[in-house]
């Protein structure tokens, strides 16, 4: 009784759709955007926070590598880096003292100089020890992989224990698709590109749901040449918090 009333309730929605929108175009699921991702560094995985089908948010950790080694690198940077101003600050306090000698006549031109000089190396110093802390703690944060968005985990190359090598010409990656948006796509004819350039209210019908469309993209090269003349790709960005595989079928609907 209940699969009748559902297959009737589908027949209705169908035939309010096609009197409310006067065009309809057969359309494919795909994933809105869909990226491959890696390290910007070589080393060891350490562990694999994720696995394939999982859904990420934003700034999660997907995979992180170990990282000692950069751990005591930054240690001895930050050490250098408060020696080094240590130093500056030291020689500054002697510039400062000669200089006050040399107003009272008691120091020459040349000695005031050579202070200053060396002052100069100190501040040279440390500008040197903050870089290399600044490029030692990029490093750092490199070894942690993170999701650039919110996400779905399509596929990932990364075991724990791996070694990767971000140069290799087969790197290690991992697959993402955005999480809650995805893009209905469809052919339409030169007609429809005409009628779609005021932008109507275009919905997208997925089984029993209705989405509004967010976006519409349309090519501006034809795709395809048939007995109905050129047909050119319509992308439609709509919302979703479900999961969709792509190839999903659905119905591109517009007045």
Request: hydrophobic letters at 45%; a negative charge.
């Amino acid at each position: 009784m209940k699969n009748r009333f559902r297959i009737l309730l589908l027949g209705l929605l169908s035939l309010t759709a096609s009197t409310l929108f006067a065009n309809t175009f057969d359309a494919v699921l795909d994933w809105n955007r869909r990226v491959e991702v890696g390290f910007g560094m070589s080393g060891q995985v350490k562990a694999v926070e994720v696995r394939p089908g999982d859904a990420v948010a934003a700034g999660a950790v997907l995979v992180s590598l170990d990282t000692v080694l950069l751990e005591i690198a930054v240690n001895k940077a930050l050490n250098t880096k408060a020696i080094s101003e240590a130093e500056m600050e030291r020689q500054l306090a002697v510039v400062e003292r000669e200089q006050t000698l040399y107003d009272e006549g008691a120091l020459s031109a040349v000695q005031l100089e050579q202070v200053e000089l060396d002052l100069s190396r100190t501040e040279f110093a440390f500008n040197d020890a903050q870089l290399e802390h600044s490029r030692v703690r990029h490093l750092l944060e490199l070894a942690t992989l993170t999701a650039p968005f919110d996400a779905w985990v399509v596929d990932s190359d990364f075991m724990p224990g791996q070694f990767v090598h971000h140069q290799a010409d087969s790197p290690v990656l991992i697959t993402l698709a955005e999480r809650g948006r995805y893009v209905a796509k469809a052919e339409i004819d030169g007609t429809a590109v005409g009628r779609l350039t005021g932008s109507p209210n275009i919905k997208i019908l997925l089984g029993d749901k209705t989405f509004e469309a967010m976006q519409i993209r349309i090519g501006l090269e034809p795709i395809a040449d048939g007995n109905e003349g050129q047909r050119y790709l319509l992308s439609v960005q709509f919302e979703s918090d479900d999961l969709i595989r792509p190839g999903t079928s659905c119905i591109v609907m517009m007045p």
